[in-house]
């Protein structure tokens, strides 16, 4: 008969409990709301009102109270949540068309690019000049790269002919994949190839030409999908590219390495890190 009482007790929402309930509770909030104003610059200027508001009439105080900190808590996520950059799922709706017999991009000449017999005579260091002031006004990337450097870097692309790359956005990074065939370099945002594997279009593309490197010099351009990526987030993926495979580094070198003979061990973090290290002079 006692445990049947005891639970009768408490499982009846006698009127009056619930009633000292509501004021023990409204109390505690009142006591918290007063607390948070109290510590807001303009309370001296609204003192009378607040407690007028608060002694006719609790609830509604405490309604206006918690409406105000909704919107404050809305503002606060608005401010860290930032803008969705849509450009990153572009990608992934379309696989790239099939590419017509005899027009891979691997077999691209300078010369569809650049007059060779208009620089034939020139010095490398002319021909950088040309390169750099013919490409300054248009939408692609350049580079001009010492011959004793780029045969590091087509080693290493030959060596190592895939990778990842972390590309700063607006809510963190996304990674971007590169792939390397002879002279050139695609990149591919990985989403876009776990939906479309080899049919995956390209983000970037960069075609080293090796016409004049008896001068000491090959010049690269970088093509890029202004769907996908911007002129400096095109930048950004080029540097990074050239820091990990011109080998100079050896820890870069390690995740190369890692990345293509072992990689159960390779940890996507370790990019991140080596790209937030990066100081700028």
């Not at 200027?45 to 309604?63: C, G, N």
């Not at 060779?116 to 350049?142: F, G, M």
């Not at 769907?227 to 070198?253: H, I, R, T, W």
Request: charged share 30%; proline share 5%.
């Amino acid at each position: 008969m006692a445990l049947g009482l005891r639970y009768f007790i408490y499982s009846v929402k006698h009127p009056r409990f619930t009633t000292l309930r509501n004021i023990m509770t409204t109390s505690s909030k009142l006591e918290k709301a007063m607390e948070n104003l109290q510590n807001n610059p303009y309370y001296e200027k609204y003192a009378d009102r607040i407690a007028a508001l608060q002694k006719t009439s609790p609830e509604e105080f405490l309604k206006r109270v918690d409406s105000q900190h909704k919107n404050k808590e809305h503002e606060k996520k608005k401010k860290f949540a930032g803008p969705v950059d849509t450009r990153q799922f572009s990608s992934v709706l379309n696989p790239k068309g099939h590419r017509s017999e005899g027009a891979s991009v691997e077999d691209k000449k300078l010369n569809d690019i650049l007059k060779l017999e208009l620089v034939l005579d020139k010095s490398a260091a002319e021909v950088q000049n040309i390169w750099e002031e013919y490409h300054k006004d248009k939408e692609v990337i350049s580079a001009t790269i010492p011959k004793d450097s780029y045969v590091s870097i087509a080693q290493n692309m030959k060596e190592f002919p895939t990778f990842l790359f972390p590309l700063p956005r607006s809510q963190g990074y996304e990674f971007i994949m590169c792939q390397s065939f002879g002279n050139a370099v695609h990149f591919t945002p990985l989403l876009a190839f776990q939906v479309h594997k080899e049919n995956a279009p390209e983000c970037l593309t960069m075609v080293h030409y090796l016409e004049l490197k008896e001068k000491g010099i090959v010049l690269m351009r970088g093509d890029y999908d202004k769907n996908v990526l911007d002129g400096k987030e095109a930048q950004c993926l080029a540097n990074q590219f050239q820091m990990y495979y011109s080998g100079k580094d050896p820890k870069k070198v390690t995740l190369l390495e890692l990345f293509n003979r072992s990689p159960d061990t390779f940890k996507h973090m370790d990019l991140i890190e080596e790209l937030e290290s990066i100081q700028l002079v």
